[in-house]
């Protein structure tokens, strides 16, 4: 079956500081790749997706490419924000016909920014 | 687009009652899932709907769940004889096309008593 890793939280950085979350995948067909992230009492919002091998997907400052090779999808930002402290889900999605597209989710991750 | 609206946002009631949760999709989306987000944990896969047929239903879904969405637009999920077990973040997705991304609500945080 399918599965997704995620890098053990919680991570706590300061201000300007570089970011990076790994996360490896376990699929057996072409799965899309995806990021979300979860505010404080709210529900899950899209950050990024990549629906096909060595694609960049990329939003506010995050980015993650999808590596087939290593099976990985680890998002990276130059610079964080105290905003951007919130809990982090990488996810996977079957794209073949019958996987109903249904999302496989990590643990999540969560990140604190310090100013 | 007004967004994945669902109510109540908190539920907290005495184990052995019946719950029931509702999930209003985004406008034309036919596409619509159910899942269960414990503490310190991703969100498991409960249920999918394609308009309004039932089209997957993981085993985490046990036969105390059951839910429906029988004009295709809204879903509900009811839980009947709630366990310590069933305490969890209930978060409604949709989705319109086959390459565009799920979703989700802000959830139903459900608490037992």
């Known amino acids: 079956g399918n599965s997704v890793t995620q890098m053990e939280g919680p991570v706590t950085l300061s201000e300007e500081a570089f970011l990076t979350i790994n996360c490896t995948y376990t699929?057996?067909?072409?799965?899309?790749l995806f990021w979300y992230v979860q505010y404080p009492g709210e529900g899950l919002q899209l950050l990024l997706k990549?629906?096909?091998?060595?694609d960049k997907g990329s939003n506010k400052g995050f980015e993650a490419t999808y590596r087939k090779e290593t099976t990985s999808f680890h998002l990276e930002k130059g610079s964080v924000q105290v905003s951007d402290s919130a809990v982090y889900f990488c996810?996977?999605?079957?794209?073949?016909?019958?996987?109903?597209?249904?999302?496989?989710f990590g643990k999540g991750t969560l990140l604190t920014v310090n100013p | 687009d007004t967004g994945v609206s669902q109510d109540p946002r908190h539920k907290i009631t005495k184990r052995g009652q019946n719950v029931t949760f509702r999930c209003d999709p985004i406008?034309?989306?036919?596409?619509l899932y159910w899942y269960r987000q414990t503490l310190g944990q991703g969100p498991e896969f409960l249920t999918y709907f394609q308009n309004e047929a039932q089209l997957e239903k993981s085993r985490l879904l046990s036969d105390r769940f059951s839910a429906e969405r029988p004009k295709g637009s809204f879903s509900t999920l009811e839980i009947q004889r709630t366990e310590q077990g069933d305490s969890a973040m209930y978060l409604c997705a949709t989705k319109d096309r086959d390459n565009q991304p799920q979703h989700f609500g802000d959830g139903t945080r459900l608490s037992i008593l």
């Open positions: 996810a996977l999605s079957e794209e073949s016909g019958g996987s109903n597209y249904k999302l496989t």
């Open positions: 406008s034309e989306h036919n596409r």
């Open positions: 699929a057996t067909g072409y799965p899309s």
């Open positions: 990549a629906t096909k091998a060595d």
